[in-house]
C-alpha cells in the first residue's frame, strides 16, 4: 500500500492518464458520482438506502453532493460548515432546501471548543481552514466551535456513519486519525486531499492513504482532478458476500 500510496501522489503532481481509477482502485466495485464536476465525489451506491446516515463536512456554497444522494437515495444528510459565507449562503437557500438535510454550523476536528478559524486570502472565495495553508490568511481569523467526531454522534443519536465526506481545506490530515481512532463505524470516507497547499503535501497524502489502509478503508475511486478519493470499509465486502 505504501507504493501505491507514493504513485499516487506523484501521478497527482504529474496528472498523468489514464483515467486514475484504473490506475489506484484497490477495490473493484460499482461507483457512481454525486454531485457537480466541482462538487462532487464517487460512492460505492448499492449500499445505500433511505435509512443511510451521511455526514458532509465542508460545504461551502455547494449542497449538490448532498441533494443528489438525497434524490437517488433518500438518505438522511448533515452538512457542517462553520464558514460564514457558508452560514449565510444555506440560510438564504431554506425555502429550496431538501427536508432530508440538516445544517449544522460547526465544523470537524480532534477536539471540541472554541477554535481560530482562517478565512481565505481572496475575499471572493468562501472556505477558510482550521490550520495555516498557504490558502488563508493569518491576520484574518475568526473564533468557530469545532467538535470531534465522537461528540458529533452523541449529540445526533448517531451509532454509525454510511458516508462521512470531508472538504475541509488542508485540515482533513489533522482531523482523519482521530476520526478513525475513535473506532466509529463508518462504511465509506470521500475526502478531497489538499496537498497543494503544503510543501510536504505528497508526504501528507501519503501518510492519509496509508493510515486509512490500517484501518480497513481501501480505494474505490478516484475523481478526473486526482484530489477527490472515496474509501471504502472491507468490512462491506464481508457483510455483502454474506448475504
Request: include cysteine.
Amino acid at each position: 500500500m505504501i507504493n501505491i500510496a507514493k504513485d499516487f501522489i506523484r501521478t497527482v503532481r504529474a496528472k498523468l492518464r489514464p483515467r486514475p481509477q484504473h490506475l489506484f482502485v484497490k477495490l473493484d466495485v460499482s461507483r457512481s458520482w454525486y454531485g457537480n464536476n466541482y462538487g462532487g465525489f464517487f460512492l460505492h451506491p448499492d449500499i445505500l438506502k433511505a435509512e443511510s446516515i451521511v455526514y458532509s463536512f465542508g460545504i461551502g456554497e455547494d449542497i449538490s453532493f448532498d441533494t443528489d444522494i438525497i434524490k437517488q437515495h433518500g438518505c438522511q444528510v448533515y452538512g457542517f460548515d462553520p464558514t460564514p459565507k457558508s452560514v449565510n449562503w444555506v440560510r438564504s437557500q431554506q425555502r429550496t432546501l431538501p427536508p432530508n438535510f440538516k445544517f449544522l454550523s460547526f465544523g470537524i476536528s480532534d477536539v471540541d471548543g472554541e477554535v481560530d478559524f482562517y478565512l481565505p486570502k481572496n475575499s471572493n472565495h468562501v472556505s477558510g481552514s482550521l490550520i495555516t495553508q498557504n490558502n488563508v490568511d493569518e491576520k484574518h481569523k475568526i473564533t468557530v466551535v469545532m467538535k470531534s467526531i465522537s461528540t458529533i454522534l452523541d449529540e445526533l443519536g448517531h451509532k454509525k456513519i454510511d458516508v462521512l465526506k470531508m472538504d475541509i481545506e488542508g485540515a482533513e490530515y489533522q482531523v482523519l486519525e482521530s476520526i478513525l481512532r475513535s473506532r466509529v463505524e463508518i462504511n465509506q470516507i470521500a475526502i478531497e486531499f489538499h496537498d497543494r497547499f503544503f510543501k510536504d503535501g505528497r508526504d501528507k497524502t501519503t501518510r492519509a492513504i496509508n493510515l486509512l489502509s490500517d484501518f480497513g478503508f481501501e480505494i474505490i475511486a478516484v475523481s478526473d482532478s486526482l484530489e477527490e478519493i472515496t474509501f471504502l470499509n472491507k468490512k462491506m465486502l464481508i457483510y455483502k458476500d454474506s448475504k
